[in-house]
């Protein structure tokens, strides 16, 4: 027996209703999240991981930085005291720390291979040796504690799970993006613990060098005064809370009341004083 | 504001195209369904049947092949709602209308050849789908679902095999 007609398809069987909107909007934050929870993982395993790579494989980064001539003698005296710091700290001697006085934004950092880089902008205004030892002994810290080479491999595992993830076409190869990331050193961060470890041990070293802690705060009290908190975000945007810095440090000061402070040695003595177009660059 | 272009001319793109697939694909599904479902109801006395053997009713008439065949695109809203799907896995249901409608549009393809030729039925129906073009490694581009069976034509003798002159 022939039916009389076909039967009409049933539409909710084959494609049931459904917004696709909503649909895309689920899917995205799902996998966001896990997105988000599985980068911060392997993110905090690269970071405690990598300081157990060998470090004369870290390269090198900013060796052969020329200084401008005006500022030699300036960062021969850095360099000084930067080696007396580093033996005073026990950085192993195999990790030689080296300094450079640069143009530029006020800023200091430290970087792979053991490297500091100061601009000649950040010194402006120390009055004393105590301040810009505890900027040197922080630096040092990092360096010691292996904390470039920390940021360093966070920042390479993050760029290669995203490349992963969303495909190498988007932006270039991995290996272009290793590359990438290893060209600009500068461009990692350190964590805020990273950031109160380091704090910890430059007081101490102040501390032992000195006997005292007065003037520490100078050189991040004049970093306040140069530009503002919501400002210098820019480059010591890793350097969190610093009212709070200073009122930790500030309260040691009280125990410090009437200690001497030791002046500046001549040569930088001499470049924090001029007006010779190394000023500060506000913005 | 320039910079920020430059900077993220990537993303732009690709909103820019989610947004034209969503609502350009979103009106053209919405437009084929209606004219699927017009068709369907215009055509629903043009049997469809998966019977291999010939009924009775319809003893006696010529048969001969029709078929109906459709591409469908995928739209890029699609692409990047299944892209998202393929990581956790489920129902495809964004491809799912899409093989839906061209299935339908198929069949009205293969009834309307077979309404031409002043067919009654056609019998032992059968897809066949392909995907075709554009894939590059980014799921389907478009598909096509082809429909074809044995159109039955009344009044007409089916041409027999001569066994006379077969040996």
């Known amino acids: 027996m022939l039916p009389e007609e076909n039967p009409r398809p049933p539409e909710h069987i084959n494609n049931p209703p459904g917004n696709p909107l909503l649909e895309f909007c689920q899917l995205l934050a799902?996998?966001?999240?896990?997105?988000?929870?599985?980068?911060?993982?392997?993110?905090?395993?690269?970071?405690?991981?990598?300081?157990?790579?060998?470090?004369r494989w870290e390269p090198t980064a900013f060796h052969d930085l020329e200084t401008p001539e005006e500022f030699q003698s300036a960062q021969t005296e850095l360099q000084a005291l930067v080696d007396e710091l580093a033996v005073a700290?026990?950085?192993?001697?195999?990790?030689?720390?080296?300094v450079h006085l640069i143009d530029g934004e006020?800023?200091?950092?430290?970087?792979?291979?053991?490297?500091?880089?100061?601009?000649?902008?950040?010194?402006?205004?120390?009055?004393?040796?105590?301040?810009?030892?505890?900027?040197?002994?922080?630096?040092?810290?990092?360096?010691?504690?292996?904390?470039?080479i920390a940021g360093v491999g966070r920042g390479v595992v993050i760029s290669v799970v995203l490349n992963a993830v969303f495909g190498a076409s988007a932006s270039g190869s991995a290996a272009a993006l290793i590359g990438q990331t290893g060209g600009r050193l500068t461009e990692f961060s350190f964590s805020r613990s990273m950031e109160r470890r380091a704090d910890r041990d430059a007081l101490a070293a102040v501390v032992a060098r000195y006997g005292h802690s007065r003037g520490a705060y100078e050189f991040f009290q004049n970093m306040l005064g140069k530009r503002a908190e919501a400002s210098w975000q820019l480059m010591f945007s890793t350097h969190p809370m610093t009212e709070q810095r200073i009122a930790a440090i500030r309260a040691q000061e009280e125990l410090n009341r009437g200690r001497d402070l030791v002046p500046l040695s001549a040569a930088i003595s001499a470049l924090v004083n001029s007006d010779s177009g190394h000023g500060p660059v506000l913005e | 504001m320039g910079n920020f272009l430059a900077q993220n001319f990537g993303l732009l793109v690709f909103l820019f195209l989610a947004f034209t697939g969503y609502v350009f694909g979103r009106a053209?599904?919405?437009?084929?369904?209606?004219?699927?479902?017009?068709?369907?109801?215009?055509?629903?006395?043009?049997?469809?049947?998966?019977?291999?053997?010939?009924?009775?009713?319809?003893?006696?008439?010529?048969?001969?092949?029709?078929?109906?065949?459709?591409?469908?695109s995928v739209d890029y809203?699609?692409?990047?709602?299944?892209?998202?799907?393929?990581?956790?896995?489920?129902?495809?249901?964004?491809?799912?209308?899409?093989?839906?409608r061209a299935r339908r549009e198929a069949l009205l393809r293969m009834q309307t050849a077979a309404a031409e030729l002043g067919a009654q039925a056609i019998l032992n129906l059968k897809f066949e789908t392909s995907r075709i073009s554009g894939n590059a490694g980014r799921g389907i581009g478009s598909v096509e679902v082809l429909a074809y069976g044995?159109?039955?034509?009344?009044?007409?003798?089916?041409?027999?095999?001569?066994?006379?002159?077969?040996a």
Request: net charge positive; glycine share 8%.
């Open chain 1, 89 to 98: 700290m026990s950085v192993p001697a195999k990790m030689h720390v080296q």
């Open chain 1, 106 to 148: 006020p800023n200091a950092f430290a970087s792979l291979g053991g490297q500091i880089l100061v601009t000649a902008a950040a010194l402006q205004g120390l009055t004393s040796e105590n301040g810009l030892a505890m900027v040197l002994a922080h630096e040092i810290a990092h360096l010691k504690r292996r904390h470039p």
């Open chain 1, 30 to 55: 799902g996998i966001s999240v896990m997105l988000v929870a599985f980068v911060a993982v392997t993110a905090l395993a690269a970071s405690y991981l990598a300081p157990y790579i060998p470090y």
């Open chain 2, 150 to 166: 044995t159109a039955m034509i009344p009044g007409r003798h089916a041409p027999r095999p001569d066994r006379t002159h077969a």
């Open chain 2, 28 to 72: 053209a599904e919405g437009r084929h369904y209606i004219s699927i479902r017009k068709r369907e109801q215009e055509l629903r006395h043009l049997l469809i049947l998966t019977e291999k053997q010939v009924p009775p009713e319809l003893e006696g008439y010529a048969g001969t092949l029709v078929a109906g065949s459709v591409v469908i």
């Open chain 2, 77 to 100: 809203f699609k692409t990047v709602i299944s892209g998202l799907r393929a990581i956790v896995g489920g129902r495809m249901s964004a491809y799912e209308s899409l093989l839906d």
